[in-house]
């Protein structure tokens, strides 16, 4: 039976741990299995392939080459970024694929007051709570599409208020917002910033800024690359996790959705612009280290 389980699952974890902690000899388990025991080279490379598979399935699939390598050296894993990278190719071991269509969640077409770009692309902001950024997109139901609105704080990358609906009325922004705001609790002076859509121009919307002591910062007509951040963000959403289910309901997609932001992306993803970090690995290191950023 050991010998059998051993076999069953030598794709997922190595046959030498599992030989040790089931009590039985490798040379006993090839004898049994027909085949001759792998010379350290092969017994390597098996080894170095299951913690791989390992990696890539916490990751939810969604890692390829350069973060499952990141997760691996954090186990202490002495292996080349290139080594993994040609193991996962041989393996069949990759990234989602992402797949393209739009939707327009964006009407700047109001008499509302427009704020100019005071953001000016710092993505990179020192600390946190000194700069977010807002944005909206759209998820495909069985019911018809699902808003989501988020709030993104720019130092650490970690959505800080979300909210969702099936419309794009203003609340929707709003509800993020003052999520936001009640986990946060910034300082006067944060900047604010978003693109030049209805639901952020709004009276209602201006009004919960100003009582926050936020500065208002809009991107130009027609660029989006002034919120390009919230844009990658919701590009990430949609390639790792919702463009791989087929959600019946609006409420099982915000359940899935949260179950994204809340269990993994804020708390466990790894982004290369943060040094192989999780948002909020990131700021507990930036607390330890004074609570400032190194400039890039």
């Known amino acids: 039976m050991r010998f059998a389980f051993i076999r069953e699952h030598r794709e997922r974890w190595p046959v030498e741990l599992m030989c040790r902690l089931l009590g039985v000899s490798r040379s006993g388990y090839y004898a049994w299995a027909g085949g001759r025991e792998p010379g350290k080279r092969e017994a390597r490379r098996a080894e170095l392939v299951a913690k791989i ?4 399935r916490e990751s939810r699939q969604t890692y390829g080459s350069p973060r499952v390598h990141r997760m691996l050296a954090r186990q202490g894993e002495r292996v080349s970024e290139n080594t993994v990278a040609k193991l996962m190719r041989r393996e069949g071991i990759r990234s989602v694929v992402r797949r393209r269509y739009r939707v327009r969640t964006t009407d700047s077409r109001h008499s509302h007051p427009v704020a100019p770009n005071v953001l000016e692309r710092k993505f990179a902001q020192e600390k946190p709570d000194r700069a977010w950024a807002a944005d909206i997109t759209y998820i495909a139901t069985g019911e018809g599409w699902l808003y989501l609105g988020v709030v993104l704080d720019l130092c650490s990358r970690k959505i800080v208020g979300w909210s969702m609906g099936d419309t794009l009325k203003a609340e929707l922004c709003i509800e ?19 693109d030049r859509g209805v639901q952020y121009a709004c009276g209602w919307y201006r009004e919960l800024m100003e009582a926050e002591g936020m500065t208002c910062s809009m991107s130009r007509r027609g660029d989006c690359w002034d919120n390009a951040v919230a844009e990658s963000f919701f590009k990430t959403l949609k390639a790792e996790w919702v463009e791989r289910q087929a959600y019946a309901t609006r409420s099982e997609a915000k359940a899935s959705v949260f179950d994204y932001i809340e269990t993994f992306y804020n ?12 948002p909020e690995e990131f700021e507990s290191a930036l607390a330890e280290a004074g609570g400032k950023r190194k400039k890039e």
């Open 53 to 56: 598979r390992t990696a890539h």
């Open 176 to 194: 993020a917002l003052e999520m936001a705001v009640a986990r946060r609790r910034p300082e006067a002076g944060l900047i604010h910033h978003s």
């Open 267 to 278: 708390r466990r993803r790894l982004h290369s612009s943060l040094g192989y970090m999780s």
